[in-house]
């Protein structure tokens, strides 16, 4: 398996390299690679894509995911329009997971390796724990290079004991993507993320990789192990749940501006992604908020 896009700073004799984002929108195309990677979201919001997996990230969202896992996050639409007051600010960590084999005592390298056993999936840290290690962030850029290797191995302990995070890639899911595939799969992907409120032709999408129509639906089908119209659908309700947390939005308001034109096909496609109809989905937030 051929990594996409790796980052010509990470050498193989590096255990750390700390990447710092501030900028208009996130511009990292889809890609994997060799190493470990830790993402702090500091500020932003919009979608993720990791592995088969879906869904809106904002600020303050930690995720870690194994090597040659899969991934892009794209900012929301807004920050494309030149908005000023809209930054993407995140804060990257790359690491060897070989080079950690070899330095860490004998003590810790059982529940070490299986953190990187469970980040092959990708994790998203939830809870008391994502609070505990997002405050560890926000002064971690101005450290010494000492003191940031310091908190990082308290930030892998931590993770490493942690039972407040969850799995985002499905347990079936195989990285099928090819070094060949990255600047179509990256095009594909770009296009829909930025485009899928509205009405999108098969044609359309087809253009942007290349390929005809049905050599497009076989080849995304291949690579994501989804249809292309279920993508469509999975971005659109997981930004739907999104608009769900305004409670002065309708929901359908939030139907018509996440692309569908009427209820019926917003309803069954909100259950077969959520497992619940819209109505109960809004009624957790509300009785979540009011708790």
């Known amino acids: 398996m051929k990594p996409i896009l790796i980052d010509e700073r990470i050498t193989a004799n590096k255990l750390l390299h700390i990447k710092t984002i501030d900028s208009p929108y996130l511009n990292s ?5 060799d ?26 969202d930690i995720i870690l995911m194994g090597p040659n896992v899969p991934h892009i996050l794209t900012n929301d639409e807004d920050f494309y329009k030149g908005n000023r007051h809209l930054r993407s600010k995140a804060i990257v960590i790359y690491f060897s997971p070989a080079l950690l084999d070899n330095l860490l005592p004998h003590s810790a390298l059982d529940s070490f390796q299986k953190l990187v056993k469970k980040s092959s999936r990708g994790l998203e ?3 008391g724990t994502k609070n505990v290690i997002g405050k560890e962030f926000e002064t971690f850029t101005i450290q010494d290079e000492l003191t940031q290797l310091s908190v990082f191995f308290s930030i892998l302990n931590m993770l490493s004991t942690a039972k407040e995070a ?16 990255s600047a179509k799969v990256n095009a594909i992907y770009q ?3 930025k485009n899928f409120k509205r009405d999108i ?6 253009d942007v990789a290349h390929m005809a129509p049905t050599a497009f639906c076989r ?24 608009l769900m947390n305004n409670p002065d939005r309708t ?41």
């Open 166 to 181: 969850k799995y985002l890639s499905s347990e079936t899911f195989i990285n099928t993507y090819t070094g060949q595939d």
């Open 219 to 242: 080849f995304f089908k291949q690579r994501t192990q989804k249809t292309f119209s279920f993508f469509i659908n999975e971005l659109r309700i997981h930004h739907a749940c999104e």
């Open 29 to 33: 195309p889809f890609h994997f690679h």
């Open 35 to 60: 190493n470990c990677e830790m993402i702090y979201i500091e500020d932003g919001y919009g979608i993720k894509v990791i592995g088969d997996h879906v869904s809106i990230f904002n600020k303050g």
């Open 191 to 193: 296009f829909l993320m």
């Open 125 to 127: 840290i939830i809870g």
């Open 201 to 206: 032709q098969l044609e359309e999408v087809a």
């Open 251 to 291: 929901i359908t308001e939030i139907f018509y501006e996440c692309g569908y034109h009427n209820p019926t096909n917003f309803n069954k496609f909100f259950k077969a992604i959520t497992g619940e109809t819209p109505s109960a989905y809004r009624k957790k937030i509300i009785n979540d908020v009011t708790l």
